[in-house]
C-alpha cells in the first residue's frame, strides 16, 4: 500500500509544524503558502515547497491538489481565504480536507462547507495533528519528553479477538501497552492473555520513533 500524500496551505508556525512532523515520518509533503519567504523557510524539510494562492482555483489544479490524499488547511488569520480555500478544495474533489480554525465561529462556517475536520491549534499541536493524520486509530497523544510518549489507540482491525501475546506489540515495536479501556472501564496492567475486543482503546507508551513505527504499521495494513 503506498504512502499518503499530503498537501499543507500556509506555512506560519502551525502548518510548518505539521508538514515537519509528517516528513520526519517519511511522508511525501507538498507546502503551499503565498509567501515566497515562507516556502524557502520550509524547502528543506518537505517534499515541494511551492509559492502559490490557494484562494485561485486554477492554481491549485496546476498542483495537482486533487491527487493528494489529504489536504490540511492551515492558513493564519485570513478567515476568508481559508473559507474561499476550502471551498475550492472540496468543489475539486480532494478526498480529505482539514482546517485549522481561530475560532468556534469560524470551526461552525467551516463544517457547514464541507471540511472533514476543524482544528484548534491551541488545543492541538502540529505533532499531535500528524499523528492523526497518518493513523486514524489514533485518538490521543502526549508528549511525555523529546523521547517518549503516550499514546490512546483505538484497537484495529487487525488486532480484534487476539491477546496481547499474541499481538506482541512491545517485540514488535518496542512499545509498551499500559491499559486497555473497554466500554467505560479501564484495565491498568493488562495480563498477556486479556483479549482485544471492538472498538477497545490501547493506552500505549514509548519512544516517538518506535510509536511512529507501530501507528504506520497499523494504519497501513
Request: hydrophobic fraction near 45%.
Amino acid at each position: 500500500m503506498s504512502k499518503k500524500q499530503f498537501a499543507i496551505i500556509g506555512m506560519g508556525r502551525f502548518g510548518s509544524s505539521v508538514a515537519r512532523s509528517l516528513n520526519q515520518m517519511g511522508y511525501e509533503v507538498l507546502a503551499i503558502d503565498s509567501s515566497e519567504q515562507k516556502t524557502q523557510e520550509v524547502v528543506n524539510f518537505v517534499t515541494h515547497a511551492v509559492s502559490a494562492d490557494s484562494t485561485d482555483e486554477e492554481a491549485l489544479k496546476a498542483l495537482g491538489i486533487r491527487n493528494f490524499d489529504v489536504v490540511v488547511v492551515a492558513i493564519g488569520q485570513d478567515i476568508q481565504s481559508s473559507i474561499l480555500t476550502t471551498l475550492i478544495l472540496k468543489d475539486l474533489g480532494v478526498p480529505k480536507i482539514i482546517v485549522k480554525a481561530q475560532n468556534e465561529l469560524h470551526g461552525k462556517v467551516l463544517n457547514k462547507i464541507g471540511a472533514d475536520k476543524v482544528i484548534y491549534p491551541e488545543r492541538d499541536m502540529g505533532l499531535r495533528v500528524a499523528h492523526h493524520l497518518i493513523s486514524p486509530n489514533i485518538l490521543d497523544y502526549i508528549d511525555l519528553s523529546d523521547d517518549y510518549s503516550i499514546v490512546e489507540m483505538k484497537a484495529a482491525k487487525q488486532m480484534i479477538g487476539k491477546n496481547l501475546m499474541q499481538l506482541n506489540i512491545r517485540a514488535k515495536f518496542g512499545c509498551n501497552v499500559m491499559a486497555i479501556k473497554s466500554h467505560g472501564t479501564m484495565n491498568i496492567s493488562p495480563y498477556a492473555e486479556d483479549m482485544i475486543k471492538q472498538d477497545d482503546v490501547l493506552v500505549i507508551v514509548g519512544r516517538n520513533q518506535d510509536l511512529q513505527k507501530m501507528e504506520v504499521a497499523y494504519a497501513e495494513e
